[in-house]
Antibody, heavy 119, light 112 residues
Framework: EVQLVESGGGLVQPGGSLRLSCEGS????????IDWVRQAPGKGLEWVGR??????????EYAASVKGRFTLSRDESKNSLYLQMNSLKTEDAAVYYC??????????WGKGTTVTVSS | EIVMTQTPLPLSVTPGQPASISCKSS???????????LFWFLQKPGQSPQLLIY???NRFSGVPDRFSGSGSGTDFTLEISRVEAEDVGVYYC?????????FGQGTRLEIK
């Protein structure tokens, strides 16, 4: 079964750091772009960033709201993508989803992991 | 950044009746490769978003044929020919032709 599983969410104080993981299974992880999308409580969907595939050297893109604070990286041996989040703000609190891109389509989504930023 | 605007935002429909959601983009979504990267997702209560329509009008695998997408340039529409109870949730349009990827505000469909 093709799936993505996010983990690593939790409670962190403003200014703190957290690392989210997105583990893929049932498909060749390195072939696909993987995006992160977040959803603040009661709000809509917001794109966070992208990790391109191995053929494109896993280059990354970020939304302006997180650029300079968030960093994407991959571990091929673990079929995993990591989202390192630093200098967290209260407005970063959200459910974070990772999604696989099959060509243009975000066709597989994880169930999400919840990040709470509060003192 | 391309702004995506959906209407209506709340939508209440009687089962068996049609429904239509509009999505307008602040600039044309037609790309130099001739494709238009406009997508529709449904987020059912308590679930992750799921892909319904890709590249304007292509139904994703397993999506019932009562769902259809149309449009071009800056104006797009998702239509449900006969709404069923399982269609409740929030519908989002999304463009991915230009980074950052942007979503519409979401249209909440409820059953009367």
């Amino acid at each position: 079964e093709v799936q993505l599983v996010e983990s690593g969410g939790g409670l962190v104080q403003p200014g703190g750091s957290l690392r989210l993981s997105c583990e893929g299974s049932g498909f060749t992880f390195s072939v696909h772009y993987i995006d992160w999308v977040r959803q603040a409580p009661g709000k809509g969907l917001e794109w966070v960033g992208r990790s391109r595939n191995k053929a494109e050297s896993y280059t990354t893109e970020y939304a302006a709201s997180v650029k300079g604070r968030f960093t994407l990286s991959r571990d091929e041996s673990k079929n995993s993508l990591y989202l390192q989040m630093n200098s967290l703000k209260t407005e970063d609190a959200a459910v974070y989803y990772c999604a696989r891109l099959d060509y243009s389509k975000m066709d597989v989504w994880g169930k999400g992991t919840t990040v709470t930023v509060s003192s | 950044e391309i702004v995506m605007t959906q209407t209506p935002l709340p939508l209440s429909v009687t089962p068996g009746q049609p429904a239509s959601i509009s999505c307008k983009s602040s600039q044309s979504l037609l790309q130099s490769d001739g494709k238009t990267y406009l997508f529709w997702f449904l987020q059912k209560p308590g679930q992750s978003p799921q892909l319904l329509i890709y590249e304007v009008s292509n139904r994703f695998s397993g999506v019932p044929d009562r769902f259809s997408g149309s449009g071009s340039g800056t104006d797009f529409t998702l239509e449900i020919s006969r709404v069923e109870a399982e269609d409740v949730g929030v519908y989002y349009c999304m463009q991915s032709g230009q980074l950052p990827i942007t979503f519409g505000q979401g249209t909440r469909l409820e059953i009367k």
